[in-house]
Each structure stands twice: as C-alpha cells, then as structure tokens.
C-alpha cells in the first residue's frame, strides 16, 4: 500500500518530505546522495509556496537512517514497516489515509491509541521545544499532527547545526525555505543561528542567513574556516539586530565591516556603526592592527572582545581599541605575544568599565603595564597574567592595593612572584576564590598560609609543580574547607 500511496501523492508531498528528510539526514552526519524518490532542494521552489497545510505525504529514511520508533498514521495507529521494504535501499512514501476512504483498515476497529497521542498540543510543544534542531525535523516525520507541531514558528527561534560532514549550506538553505512559508523570503523568528564545526559551511549558506534573517541576533560559526570577509560584511550589513558574533577558527576573517552599499544608505548621523557587542575572533591568525582599527571604528558598543592568538596585533592595534570602544567589559589578548606594556597602558585607558582581562603568554609584559592596569582600573574582576615573566612581586603589590575587588588571579609559570606578592594579595584582596600559582618556583608554605587565613573564600587553589610542604597544603585545607586544592604532591591527601 506504501508504494501505491507514495505514486499517489507523490506530487503532493515533495516539499514537506524533502525538508523533514534532509535536514534530520544532514544533522546526522550521513553524506549520502538523495534517493532518486525524493524532492531534492532543486525542487523547493514551487513546492515549499503550497505548504500552508501539510502534505499527506510522509518521507520515512532507508534502513540505515530510520528512526527507531515506529511511524505513525494520521490517527495515531503504528503502520506495518514491513509492507515498506520492499526499497530497502531507496526512501519510501508512506501516504497518511484520508478520513472516510476505504483505507481504514482492521487495525482502525481496535480503537487503540499510543499513549502521546493523548498528549494536548500545548504539553508536545513544550516537548519539542527542548530538541536540537536534526531531532525536532526528524519529528516532522512521524505523522501529520507532528508535523504541524514540529513547524510551529514558536520553535524555531534557534537553529543548531552541527558535524564535519554536515552539509551546512544545503541545511540552512533547506530550512531556512521552510520557514519562510508564512512571510515569503524572510524568517522573522529566527534569532540564533549556531553552526560550531561545520567545516563545510561556506559563504553561500551565510549569504542565505543575511538575505532570510533581517532579526538575527546570535550567530556563531567557530570552526568555520571557508567563511570570508565578505559574507560577514553582508550579514552584519543586513542583520542590524546582531548582538553577538563568534568567528573563532576562521582564520580568512580579516576585518569586520559594513558593504559599502550599506554604507551608502545610512544617514550621517548614524555613521558606519555596527551593533555588535559580543566579538570573538580568537585564532583568527590573520587579524591585523589595520584590521582590529576598522573593527573598533565600526563597533563602538563592545563589550566582550576576545583576541586569543591573534599573533600578528600589536601595541599600536590596542590604542584605536580604547580610542572607540570605551565600554570593553572583558577582552582577552592572550598569546598575543607582540603586545608588551604600552599595549596594557592603552587598554588602562578604558578605566572602569574594565572588568575582565587576559594577557597570558604576553612575554613583553612587566610590572609597568602591570602598574597601569592596576591604577586605572580599579573594579578590575579577574587577571590572567599566566606566562608574563617579568611580573614580579612589585607588580602584584601594585595590583592588590588598587584592585580590592579581584576575584581570579593566574600568575602561573610567573618564576619572580613569591611568598611577598602573596601577602599582599591575602592583606588587600581577601575576596579572592580562584587562584592559580602553577609552577612558580618562588613560592613556599609561607605565603600560602597567609592566602588561607585571609582569603577565606578561597575555591580553588593551583600549587601544582610548586615546592609546597603537606603541612602548608593542611593549613590550607582546615581553614578553606571549600577550596579544592589542585596540587602535585603525593605525600598530601
């Protein structure tokens, strides 16, 4: 019966059979040709204008890729695969029976219903509202009443796509066809776009999400290394809505900035300005000082910036920074191995808006750029200096007089700090939970015993590789009983 149904309505239910099966099929990470039975995204065109109500036909996978419960009816009753597999290795068409037609078969005399079919549609909304993307389409299969579920526009504020082998492009340009059903060409619920890892994710599956997503807010395509300049100077030009952007891994971005037709169309008062407040282009490798400048001059509203790797800024890429961005939060520069201390007196520059900072592995680093941080931001939360060298105990003086506030501190791999610097973080910083003396050779019990008996707050203490007596560890142990204490040391347990 399948296969006669499926010639039936073969025409019917292409678009709706195509979406479901593609995506839930991508996001499973199977790159297999489409079977010759089903619509492919060619066809979407004239299929997807005709879905204002469902098809009647159902799209189940081969074998291999179906789902492991059994489909549905219409009216709630399990259909016999059996009679299906007579294509093992093709899709087959399952067609739902029309009410009043001579396909009630006996099964419909039983009256016997699975237990979710009596579940109102309000509780499996809730449901689906907590599957991932690939999950929630593959419900789209199961029977009718799923499918107008699983495609409620309330759903699908978020698309996470995920897997190496995942045809990115095809997925986004598949979905985002589906959902532009109700207000052709434009998705105007869909705020997050997350496509982590997918490493065939192209310029044209972004080209897709600017030109169909005017409300983005969220997107974030780490790992994406084939995305350029230009597909992320469309979608921040088209989507003036987008807060937070994630480019770390894509290491052809080199600059984030408007289209110059986008240009062209604003007025002077709003200038060139970009909305985003969240940035992350940690190993983005060919990031530039010319870069960074044209990113700081377009986006004066961020907030969180992260620069991790980015080897080729230096101290001069920092200046434009605070020069345009004056509410930076949290900003990371770690192994940025170029930036020295008059990079850290112009990141000062950002005074009490600075909450959060990261300049491990920055060698040219000492106790001046130390000084100037300390002095200028005074509401500082957590450092990580891991690395720095030429930090010394007079650096670490200068920072906890003037930062009382400071909650992280990573000094580790920091040979000049010793038990002097630590007293003076246990005198002025007695809110301090996270601390990391990893491999500082300089440190002894004392200033250990001096943390814990001021620092009561103390959650987590790093002494791994350090010269620290099982009796120190102790006294840390009894007066921090909530400190977990990260050590090397076998004669302590």
Not at 95 to 117: A, C, N
Not at 377 to 397: I, K, Q
Request: charged share 20%; net charge positive.
């Amino acid at each position: 019966m399948g296969a006669n149904n499926g010639k039936q309505y073969g025409s019917e239910g292409k678009g709706s059979s195509s979406i479901s099966s593609d995506i839930s099929s991508s996001t499973d990470h199977t790159p297999t040709k489409a079977p010759k039975n089903v619509a492919t995204t060619e066809g979407l065109d004239s299929s997807t204008r005709t879905l204002s109500t469902p098809s009647p036909g159902l799209i189940l996978p081969s074998k291999s890729s179906s789902l492991s419960s059994p489909a549905l009816s219409s009216n709630g009753h399990e259909t016999n695969s059996s009679s299906s597999s007579s294509a093992a290795a093709e899709t087959v068409a399952v067609v739902h029976p029309q009410p009043g037609t001579h396909t009630r078969s006996r099964q419909s005399k039983t009256h016997h219903h699975p237990p979710i079919d009596l579940l109102p549609d309000h509780t499996l909304l809730q449901i689906f509202s907590h599957l991932p993307t690939n999950q929630l389409c593959r419900c789209a299969r199961v029977c009718r009443r799923w499918y107008n579920l699983a495609w409620d526009p309330r759903l699908w504020s978020t698309v996470r796509l995920t897997g190496e082998l995942l045809h990115a492009d095809r997925a986004i340009r598949v979905l985002t066809h589906r959902l532009c059903q109700d207000t052709p060409n434009v998705c105007l619920t869909l705020e997050t776009v997350v496509v982590n890892g997918c490493k065939r994710l192209t310029d044209r599956g972004l080209h897709v999400v600017a030109q169909c997503c005017p409300e983005l807010r969220r997107l974030e395509v780490a790992g994406c290394y084939n995305i350029s300049n230009e597909a992320v100077f469309e979608v921040v030009s088209r989507c003036p809505s987008l807060e937070h952007l994630n480019l770390s891994g894509c290491s052809k971005v080199t600059c984030i900035s408007l289209t110059q037709e986008a240009s062209m169309q604003l007025s002077p008062l709003h200038g060139q300005q970009i909305s985003i407040h969240y940035l992350d282009m940690t190993d983005c490798f060919s990031l530039e000082d010319e870069g960074l400048r044209t990113i700081a001059s377009h986006c004066p509203r961020l907030t969180h910036l992260y620069l991790r790797r980015c080897t080729r800024l230096t101290d001069e890429a920092l200046r434009h920074l605070a020069l345009h961005c004056p509410s930076i939060r949290e900003l990371s520069l770690s192994d940025c191995r170029l930036v020295g201390d008059f990079g850290l007196r112009e990141v000062a520059r950002l005074e009490g808006c600075l909450r959060y900072l990261s300049v491990a592995h920055c060698t040219r680093i000492t106790d001046v750029g130390m000084r100037y941080v300390a002095r200028y931001c005074p509401r500082l939360r957590y450092l990580n200096a891991r690395g720095c060298e030429g930090l010394t105990d007079h650096g670490l003086s200068h920072l906890a007089r003037s930062c009382p506030k400071l909650k992280s501190l990573d000094v580790g791999k920091c040979p000049l700090v010793s038990d002097s610097g630590l007293e003076q973080l246990a005198m002025y910083c007695q809110g301090l939970r996270r601390v990391s003396l990893r491999a500082c050779e300089s440190v002894t019990g004392r200033g250990l015993k001096a943390l814990a008996a001021n620092c009561c707050e103390l959650q987590l203490l790093n002494v791994q590789d350090c010269e620290v007596s099982p009796e120190a560890l102790r006294f840390v142990r009894r007066h921090c009983r909530r400190c977990v204490i990260e050590h090397t040391n076998p004669a302590f347990y």
